[in-house]
């Protein structure tokens, strides 16, 4: 089993910058991709970006420059560096883990809100 827990959500106004934490626990061997995702109340789940663990990364297009995904191994930590925060960003932001390299997801944490005032 893994653990995901997710921090570093909160409010801010348009254009400003948030940078989410996932701190990664228990059977962390395995993982080969991880990811974050978000919902917006009435949404679909959107999956705004993800780290193989081959160093290879993908962004959806509505986040591509603003958004960055890395990980700090030493920390057993993922993060999601926002910036140029738009209102259309509001939502909770969810981490994933996942034990093949083609991204499917198993483990999820509990999400973290974000909020974007105009």
């Known amino acids: 089993q893994v653990q995901l827990v997710e921090s570093g959500g909160g409010s801010v106004q348009a254009g400003g910058t948030l940078r989410l934490s996932c701190v990664t626990s228990g059977h962390t061997y395995n993982i080969r991709c991880m990811g974050w995702f978000r919902q917006d109340s009435g949404k679909g789940r959107e999956r705004v970006a993800t780290?193989?663990?081959?160093?290879?990364?993908t962004y959806a297009n509505s986040v591509k420059g603003r958004f960055t995904i890395s990980q700090d191994n030493a920390k057993n930590t993922l993060y999601l560096q926002m910036t140029s925060l738009k209102p259309e960003d509001t939502a909770m932001y969810y981490c994933?883990?996942?034990?093949?390299?083609?991204?499917?997801?198993?483990?999820w944490g509990q999400g973290t809100q974000v909020t974007v005032s105009s």
């Open positions: 994933a883990a996942g034990n093949t390299f083609n991204c499917l997801f198993d483990y």
């Open positions: 780290l193989v663990s081959d160093g290879s990364t």
